[in-house]
């Protein structure tokens, strides 16, 4: 079976799903094809289902300037998911608290928030304890109700499925790629049905994939690199989320009865993109919990492994949190996504990026568009 396609994304998590409703919508013809037999069965899910809105962002990277911009996209991206979504908002009347251990980082973090335009209230040792009882807040200085929420990203993903399908995207789940030539690509789904699809532009979304899909499909090893982390599901801890702001310590977000918590600046570089967990860096995370919550029973508790993926220039250095838009080969993008909430603005980029390559004819140019200037480059970052 052969099809044709304006834009064919490789990958069915957030990016991918995003990706499919925006440029559907824009009237290009879009098809969608993932690997597993669930869309979003990798790092999309693999998370604690926190909507940042720049709180944590603006005072965890080191670089300010990179802070603020991160936390700004946050904040685009938080506006966005919540009015996109807002079914998919957890407890929406409960306000996190963040907490700043490191004294000496509270009028650094302060100032970047006012700068970014993250909204906080500072709150009392006292009131902190009404609204968390159960929690130590002992050597805590700073204590601040902020805007973040829980997301329920399965409603996210359901709509975002639903509204691509809607606007004509065509997805092919549980299929393999056999072979990419050109603009060709050809699969083979669980029943062994062979299709080759062709596109003006091959888009992969894949995220931990694409690393793998050019050095075997194209011979390219593509600067990505994946890093591991851990969470811990328990039962729910508290009414409100609890996240600490200082490298080392725990971030909570709950979810019905539910806890997800993870551990800040937990992340290891590491070769392959395996969810295996690593029983020390587990362990870790549990004693930043109960260095929330002392009285913790973590017998009924789950720990999880999850992977995320940066592309960068440097390859010994930090982890990077900045949106990414490569096209290493004409008529083949990569797209990565920083952060769950940066999608909304990553997917922005690309549909104004894949609407200048695949223009509509039927749209009047502005003079803008006619002005002659050199070609730019089709790879870069989104600094």
């Known amino acids: 079976m052969d099809l044709s396609y304006d834009v064919l994304l490789i990958g069915g998590g957030i990016t991918g799903l995003m990706a499919a409703q925006k440029l559907s919508d824009l009237g290009l013809r879009v098809a969608l094809i993932e690997k597993q037999t669930t869309l979003a069965s990798g790092p999309s899910t693999r998370n604690e289902g926190w909507l940042h809105r720049g709180t944590y962002h603006a005072s965890s990277i080191r670089d300010r300037t990179a802070a603020i911009q991160v936390a700004r996209r946050c904040i685009y991206g938080h506006k966005q998911l919540r009015r996109f979504s807002p079914e998919a908002v957890e407890d929406a009347d409960v306000l996190p608290l963040a907490l700043v251990r490191d004294k000496d980082r509270l009028s650094e973090v302060i100032s970047r928030w006012d700068e970014a335009n993250v909204r906080y209230r500072p709150i009392s040792r006292a009131e902190a304890e009404r609204i968390v009882p159960d929690a130590s807040f002992k050597k805590v200085p700073g204590i601040f109700e902020v805007a973040d929420v829980s ?13 691509a399908q809607k606007s004509g995207c065509k997805f092919y789940l549980g299929s393999e790629i056999e072979v990419i030539d050109g603009q060709s690509v050809v699969t083979r789904d669980q029943t062994g049905e062979r299709t080759t699809f062709t596109a003006s532009k091959v888009v992969y979304s894949s995220g931990i994939g694409a690393k793998e899909i050019f050095r075997k499909r194209h011979g390219i090893d593509l600067p990505i690199r994946y890093w591991k982390s851990h969470l811990v599901v328990t039962k729910r801890l508290a009414h409100a989320g609890v996240f600490f702001l200082d490298p080392h310590e725990a971030a909570m977000m709950h979810h019905g009865d539910v806890s997800i918590i993870g551990f800040n600046e937990d992340a290891l570089l590491c070769a392959e993109p395996t969810y295996d967990v690593i029983a020390e860096r587990a362990e870790n995370l549990r004693r930043g919990i109960r260095r929330i919550f002392p009285s913790w029973d973590d017998r009924d508790s789950l720990n999880v492994a999850c992977v995320k993926v940066d592309y960068v220039t440097d390859l010994a250095g930090a982890r990077s949190l900045n949106i990414a838009i490569s096209e290493p080969i004409p008529g083949h993008v990569v797209v990565l996504p920083g952060k769950m909430t940066e ?41």
């Open 151 to 163: 997301f329920n990203t399965r409603i996210l993903y359901r709509k975002l499925f639903a509204l």
């Open 343 to 383: 999608a909304p603005y990553l997917t922005d980029v690309l549909a104004s990026y894949i609407h200048d390559r695949l223009d509509n004819p039927d749209i009047a140019l502005r003079p803008c568009d006619e002005f002659p200037i050199l070609e730019a480059s089709t790879t870069r970052e989104v600094a």
